[in-house]
């Protein structure tokens, strides 16, 4: 699946985290994990190698910190983290 453009997993309520092989999707420009309201880690390590990435989109969830590390993806153009009410660190 190294060709996936976009990842929408939003309202998935059941999720909690990726998978480590997420940064496996290297060509994945859109990252979509909305309303995941159990949703709590984007794993830090793997996204040097999502070097299309452009949106990420965690509105919504119970993410707890995201790692000052975005800044390694220079494609990023979105990074929604509204309405993240246990955002503690970013």
Do not use: Q
């Not at 994945?28 to 452009?54: A, E, I, Q, T």
């Amino acid at each position: 699946m190294k060709s996936l453009g976009e990842l929408y997993l939003n309202n998935a309520t059941t999720i909690k985290e990726l998978p480590n092989r997420i940064g496996n999707l290297e060509s994945v420009w859109c990252l979509n994990l909305s309303y995941c309201s159990k949703f709590k880690n984007f794993p830090d390590h793997n996204r040097g190698n999502m070097k299309s990435l452009k949106e990420i989109h965690l509105n919504n969830t119970a993410v707890k910190e995201f790692s000052n590390n975005i800044a390694n993806v220079e494609s990023l153009e979105i990074l929604d983290l509204s309405n993240c009410p246990k955002l503690k660190k970013f």
